[in-house]
Every structure is written in C-alpha cells, then in structure tokens.
C-alpha cells in the first residue's frame, strides 16, 4: 500500500542521528532528558526559526530513549484553567503504557498571549516548577517579552537556521528514495531559496515529485515563497550589506513596524559601529528619519512612510565604511522592554482613569491629570464615591 503521508510527516527523524544540522543542540536535549532527576531546570525552553526542527527534535529523543511522548500545542489551551487541566495533569500523572519514561512536548508557549489568556504563561511557569517529568517547550522567537519569566525557569537551547548543505544532502536522500530524476544544481537551489526551513524545502521537492525530469526552469511552479523576517535578519542585512535592493526588502518583509525597527537601531548602533563618525552618521540618519515621521503622522500622510523608512535603514547602512566581521548581540530595545514591565500598570491606570471619566462626565485624558489629587483624598480617607474595586482603590492610593 502506498504511503500516503506528506513526506515532511513520511521523513521525520526517526531517531536523533536523522536530524539534519542541529548536533550539538541534540545532544544538549538528550542529556537533559536522560539526567532529568539530576538538573536544576525541569523543563527546556527550545527556540528557532520554522522548519528548524524542534518539534522534530522532541520527537526524535523520546523514540530513541523509549519514551513516552505526551505531545500538545500550548496555542490550543490559552487560558489558565485548560492549561492546568491539559498540561498540569499530564506532567503530575504517571504513564498508562509501559515505558522508559515520560517526555511532555508544549508546542508554540508563545502562542499564549492576549487578555483572554491572562494567567495562562504564569501557570505554565507553576506547572514547570513542579512537574514530575522532563519537559519541552518549543517557541520561535526567544526574545519575545511574552517569555521573560519563563525563560528563568528552563534551560534556554537555541537552533539555528538549517545549513544549505546539509538540507541539499538530505532533499538529495529524499529525492534517491523516491526515484525522482532531479539534478543536483535544482536541489541546491531549492536549498538557497528555502533560506534554512527544512520544511518548506521537503514540501517544495514533493510539489515537483510528478515531473519525470526536474530542471531549473521547473522551480517557476514554486514561485516566489513570502517569507516574513525577524528583526535579526532585518539589523543583520543593514549592518552587514550596503546593497540598497536587499536592505529595503529585508526591511518590508520585517515583522516589526519601521517604528519599531528604528527603536531596535537606536539600541544597536553603538555595539554594531566602533567609528565614532559612523555612530555620529547613523544616528543623523536615524533624527532626520524620526523628523520626517513625526510629519507624516501629524498630516497623516502615510504614503511618505517609504522615504521615512529609506533614509533610516540606508542611512544607517552607508554609515559605515566597510561593515564589521565580528558577532554582535542584538538585545532588544531598552524602551521596549521598560514597556512591557509596565504594561500591567498601565492598563490598570487606564481602567481607573475610564471609570473616573464616567463618573465626573470628563475624558479619561483629563481623569489621569487629577489622579495625584484623589490619591491625596484617599489618604485622608475621603469617600470619592466612584464606584471603584478594592484593587483599583489599591492602585489609585500608590
């Protein structure tokens, strides 16, 4: 019988020698997982791009070591409650089947996000704290604020994007097993465009599959794959290319607004650029940008948002006068972060402000403004009568 699986699923690793690149983390997560008893985390934290492998990885060591894998997709119990009675109980409750042992796989634990889902990352915390069996949470950026206090709790293992050669060698396996006629300068390409996303790469060979000769011009059938690029990839190709096509491109495919990459430039510039005419040239560009942004935002004239965003990606990138082959850690912007250690505090003074509007008939702008003066009633045990909670009165007196 034909086996109908997609071949992503038909060639997963069966065991940890088949995953493709990723060596040394492998190995990292099988000592981990055969000492559990021994670490003084109970649960890694294994982040990577798409199509690095991390599920596949998970899944390859509970194989290899006999054991049991109890597999769940965080972004399908958000909320606090399902997140204790799906994976509270599978991480306390022994196995029903005979094993070596238990491995708890939580997919996408920054898929928990969002007021409906408050609490749901602080219980994942909880659960991790006491769980009985090894566990592995998978997510795709490791800097996600999301993931702050969580990633205190586990040991943090990054992967790495796929290398084209070792993706061509194993699309080139691939490609033998299933009797497929392709040379090895299509299988190359494929690798190139797939830009480390070993699976995008498996699900474009299997798309060619029914051609009897593949050539180069048969790639057309695959057409151009829109990827979305994260902010490393976008500060990676502005100080380390001067080339105005890639720059703009990394730019617009970025999952951060300009606003947002200009933030993260501001951050990084320092580190990136030891000249301190490039530091004094980037960060000209960088004002001149903001200047014109402000404009347009004034005017709402946001079709001039391109030229904004030109002369601060370019700007900073022809700062330089040959880029630095050195390693840099990008740590997110400082403002960013003070932001997110706020964001609690912040939107509970805007619920208190919203009810102070309501009930003294003014906007919430101007509740804000006289915050300082109920505080100073409240101290003297003045009665506001404005049908505020306990923990809001709470808030409002600090």
Same mark, same amino acid.
């Given at each position: 019988?034909?086996?109908k699986?997609p071949?992503?699923?038909?060639?997963?690793?069966a065991? @940890?020698?088949?995953?493709?690149?990723?060596?040394g983390s492998?190995k990292?997560?099988?000592d981990?997982?055969?000492n559990?008893?021994?670490?003084?985390?109970?649960a890694?934290?294994l982040?990577g791009?798409?199509?690095?492998g991390? @599920?596949?990885i998970?899944?390859a060591?509970?194989?290899?070591?006999?054991?049991?894998?109890?597999?769940m997709?965080?972004?399908?119990?958000r909320?606090k409650?399902?997140?204790? !009675?799906?994976i509270?109980?599978?991480? *306390?409750q022994?196995?029903?089947?005979?094993?070596?042992?238990?491995?708890?796989l939580?997919?996408e634990?920054?898929g928990v996000?969002?007021?409906?889902d408050?609490g749901?990352? !602080?219980?994942?915390?909880?659960?991790?704290?006491?769980?009985?069996?090894?566990?592995i949470?998978?997510a795709t950026?490791?800097w *996600?604020?999301? $993931?702050?206090?969580?990633?205190k709790k586990?040991r943090?293992?990054?992967?790495?994007?796929?290398d084209i050669?070792?993706?061509?060698?194993?699309?080139?396996e691939?490609?033998?097993k299933?009797?497929?006629? #392709?040379?090895?300068t299509v299988i190359?390409e494929?690798?190139?465009r797939a830009?480390?996303?070993l699976r995008?790469?498996?699900?474009?060979?299997?798309t060619?599959?029914?051609?009897?000769k +593949?050539?180069?011009?048969?790639?057309?059938?695959?057409?151009k794959?829109?990827r979305v690029?994260?902010?490393?990839?976008?500060?990676?190709? #502005?100080?380390?290319?001067?080339?105005?096509? @890639?720059i703009?491109q990394s730019?617009?495919?970025c999952?951060?607004?300009?606003?947002?990459?200009?933030?993260w =430039?501001?951050?990084t #510039?320092?580190?990136?650029?030891?000249k301190?005419?490039?530091?004094?040239?980037?960060?000209?560009? +960088?004002?001149?940008a903001d200047?014109f942004?402000?404009?347009i935002a004034?005017r709402?004239a946001?079709?001039?948002m391109?030229?904004?965003?030109? =002369?601060?990606a370019?700007?900073?990138a $022809?700062?330089?006068e040959?880029?630095?082959n050195?390693?840099?850690?990008?740590m997110?912007p400082?403002?960013?972060?003070r932001?997110?250690r @706020?964001?609690?505090?912040?939107a509970?003074?805007?619920?208190?402000a919203?009810?102070?509007?309501?009930?003294l008939?003014?906007s919430r702008k101007? !509740?804000?403004?006289?915050?300082?003066?109920?505080?100073q009633?409240l101290?003297?045990?003045? *009665?506001? *009568?404005?049908?505020?909670d306990?923990?809001e009165?709470e808030?409002?007196?600090k």
């Amino acid at each position: 019988m034909t086996n109908k699986l997609p071949w992503v699923e038909k060639y997963r690793p069966a065991n @940890t020698s088949e995953v493709v690149g990723q060596a040394g983390s492998v190995k990292a997560i099988l000592d981990f997982v055969q000492n559990f008893k021994q670490q003084p985390e109970k649960a890694i934290l294994l982040t990577g791009p798409v199509g690095s492998g991390k @599920t596949s990885i998970a899944i390859a060591v509970a194989e290899e070591l006999g054991y049991e894998l109890i597999q769940m997709n965080a972004s399908d119990y958000r909320k606090k409650d399902q997140i204790e !009675a799906k994976i509270g109980c599978a991480c *306390n409750q022994q196995s029903l089947i005979p094993s070596n042992g238990k491995l708890i796989l939580v997919d996408e634990v920054d898929g928990v996000h969002g007021n409906s889902d408050r609490g749901g990352m !602080a219980t994942l915390g909880k659960i991790v704290d006491k769980t009985c069996f090894p566990m592995i949470l998978t997510a795709t950026d490791k800097w *996600n604020q999301k $993931l702050r206090t969580l990633k205190k709790k586990c040991r943090g293992i990054d992967l790495r994007k796929v290398d084209i050669r070792s993706m061509a060698k194993r699309l080139g396996e691939i490609a033998e097993k299933e009797g497929m006629n #392709i040379d090895e300068t299509v299988i190359a390409e494929i690798s190139r465009r797939a830009e480390g996303d070993l699976r995008s790469a498996i699900n474009d060979i299997e798309t060619l599959s029914g051609i009897d000769k +593949i050539t180069m011009k048969d790639l057309e059938v695959l057409g151009k794959r829109d990827r979305v690029k994260s902010i490393f990839d976008t500060l990676f190709a #502005i100080y380390k290319s001067k080339d105005p096509k @890639t720059i703009m491109q990394s730019v617009w495919d970025c999952d951060k607004s300009p606003n947002e990459i200009m933030l993260w =430039l501001i951050e990084t #510039i320092p580190k990136e650029y030891e000249k301190p005419e490039e530091v004094a040239k980037a960060f000209d560009a +960088i004002s001149r940008a903001d200047v014109f942004t402000g404009r347009i935002a004034r005017r709402g004239a946001w079709t001039f948002m391109s030229y904004s965003a030109e =002369l601060m990606a370019l700007g900073t990138a $022809l700062a330089k006068e040959q880029k630095y082959n050195k390693f840099t850690r990008y740590m997110p912007p400082t403002y960013l972060m003070r932001m997110g250690r @706020t964001r609690a505090s912040r939107a509970m003074r805007k619920q208190v402000a919203g009810k102070i509007g309501e009930q003294l008939h003014c906007s919430r702008k101007r !509740a804000k403004e006289q915050m300082p003066y109920f505080r100073q009633m409240l101290k003297k045990k003045v *009665n506001l *009568n404005l049908e505020l909670d306990k923990e809001e009165v709470e808030f409002l007196k600090k």
